[in-house]
């Protein structure tokens, strides 16, 4: 059973505007979320992550949102950028777990 | 860079054949990973180390074995591969210290014929 889902597989923004990218979990038990960036052909890279202490965490472009009550967390990249064009993962885990729990991933397309 | 390297990083095999895929990392960390991606499966966790000779399972286990003799190496062995395994594989490492993020290798692609 899928424990953190990204129900939107894919996402086309213009450049300079908004993106941005959602995602639900159903493990309450769940501290610490994550969201990584991954090109083709290259190994999925950390982007920023949230504290379940914190419901909001910004890094330049990028902030990620946390509502712990709707069990959801959502990535805002503002402005977008071509570059910005990839498959975005979410993830999260437990406090006391070391396992890694990831969404499905969802295709951001910038268009220029 | 989390000086994660894996190799090979492409091999085709054909199905009944061993297959050992190698993560290798230069920065001591004691938690290892290995995970698959298939199209509508996101990152699956395979099988993980927290220590030398120290593993246990993940997600999607079977058909898979892995070892750990040394710190910095975590090796990933399909027996026997079957056709479900073509895949792209992906070593992680766990930065503790540093949030706990994991750190991704670049990946191999492994298809099985």
């Known amino acids: 059973d899928q424990q953190v889902k990204q129900n939107s597989p894919s996402l086309s923004v213009q450049e300079g505007r908004i993106s941005i990218l959602n995602c639900d979990y159903t493990?309450?038990?769940?501290?610490?979320f994550l969201w990584y960036k991954k090109y083709p052909a290259e190994g999925p890279t950390f982007l920023i992550s949230?504290?379940?202490?914190?419901d909001k965490n910004e890094d330049g472009r990028f902030t990620v949102f946390l509502n712990k009550s709707a069990k959801h967390l959502s990535l805002h990249i503002v402005p977008s950028q071509p570059g910005d064009s990839a498959v975005y993962f979410c993830?999260?885990?437990?406090?006391?777990?070391?396992?890694?729990?990831f969404g499905t991933g969802t295709s951001l397309t910038v268009i220029p | 860079d989390a000086g994660i390297t894996q190799s090979p990083r492409h091999k085709v095999t054909e199905t009944g054949t061993p297959v050992t895929l190698r993560c290798h990392q230069t920065?001591?960390?004691?938690?290892m990973y290995w995970y698959r991606q298939d199209p509508g499966h996101g990152l699956r966790l395979i099988h993980y180390?927290?220590?030398?000779?120290?593993?246990d399972k993940g997600e999607v286990s079977d058909g898979y074995s892995v070892s750990r003799s040394k710190t910095e190496d975590f090796l990933l062995t399909l027996e026997s591969a079957t056709s479900s395994q073509t895949s792209v594989y992906f070593c992680?490492?766990?930065?503790?210290?540093?949030?706990?993020?994991?750190?991704f290798g670049p990946g191999t692609r492994l298809l099985v014929l």
């Open positions: 992680a490492i766990r930065a503790q210290g540093q949030g706990e993020t994991q750190y």
């Open positions: 493990n309450s038990m769940f501290d610490y």
């Open positions: 949230i504290s379940s202490i914190k």
């Open positions: 993830a999260a885990r437990r406090e006391t777990g070391n396992q890694f729990y």
């Open positions: 920065e001591n960390h004691r938690y």
């Open positions: 180390s927290y220590g030398v000779k120290d593993t």
